[in-house]
T-cell receptor, first 114, second 113 residues
Framework: AQSVSQHNHHVILSEAASLELGCNYSYGGTVNLFWYVQYPGQHLQLLLKYFSGDPLVKGIKGFEAEFIKSKFSFNLRKPSVQWSDTAEYFCAVNGNQAGTALIFGKGTTLSVSS | EAGVVQSPRYKIIEKKQPVAFWCNPISGHNTLYWYRQNLGQGPELLIRYENEEAVDDSQLPKDRFSAERLKGVDSTLKIQPAELGDSAVYLC???????????FGPGTRLTVL
């Protein structure tokens, strides 16, 4: 079955701490991988995406993620978090056919204290 | 460029009542999705449209849910009658071509009492 697993439900960090959020997926065939973020009171927006090529992808606001095909993983990282990174983060996957629906993980709530 | 528009933003109804949600995707986006997000969960697909055709409605509970996208632009999702378990956020998203990125609207938060 197609699924996405996010290892951490709630992460609490102090400002300037490093962040890594785990994501593993189960999906047959070639995949596209995404991290979406939802800031408090706002809608889901794309943080970064991987379609092909360099497995290390960089997104907005200093976030990056690494696709490790052998581990079916797409972990999100940021070397130094800010209070404004407080949000809910969702990992998602779909097939590489145009328009395929996304399968989301349950999300990780990140709380950053100043 | 305007984003995906949804209305209403919030809706509170009593069980067994009907309810409808409206979505206007980004101009030119031929693919439209309705997702449902339960509390503490990620969004899950209800239905996907390519232009006016529903190409994936396997997860839509067809006994009470219906959707339409008559002219291949805006879309309406309806629940009749609503049940307590339908309380959730209903999200609309759109995309175009092979771009891959789906753009999400703000969602409609439905509370069924």
């Amino acid at each position: 079955a197609q699924s996405v697993s996010q290892h951490n439900h709630h992460v609490i960090l102090s400002e300037a701490a490093s962040l890594e959020l785990g994501c593993n997926y189960s999906y047959g065939g070639t995949v596209n991988l995404f991290w979406y973020v939802q800031y408090p009171g706002q809608h889901l927006q794309l943080l970064l995406k991987y379609f092909s090529g360099d497995p290390l992808v960089k997104g907005i606001k200093g976030f990056e993620a690494e696709f490790i095909k052998s581990k079916f993983s797409f972990n999100l990282r940021k070397p130094s978090v800010q209070w404004s990174d407080t949000a809910e983060y969702f990992c998602a996957v779909n097939g590489n056919q145009a328009g395929t629906a996304l399968i989301f993980g349950k999300g990780t709530t990140l709380s950053v204290s100043s | 460029e305007a984003g995906v528009v949804q209305s209403p933003r919030y809706k509170i109804i009593e069980k067994k009542q009907p309810v409808a949600f409206w979505c206007n995707p980004i101009s030119g986006h031929n693919t439209l999705y309705w997702y449902r997000q339960n509390l503490g969960q990620g969004p899950e697909l209800l239905i996907r449209y390519e232009n006016e055709e529903a190409v994936d409605d396997s997860q839509l509970p067809k006994d009470r849910f219906s959707a339409e996208r008559l002219k291949g632009v805006d879309s309406t999702l309806k629940i009749q009658p609503a049940e307590l378990g339908d309380s959730a956020v209903y999200l609309c998203a759109s995309t175009v071509g092979l771009a891959g990125e789906q753009f999400f609207g703000p969602g409609t938060r439905l509370t069924v009492l």
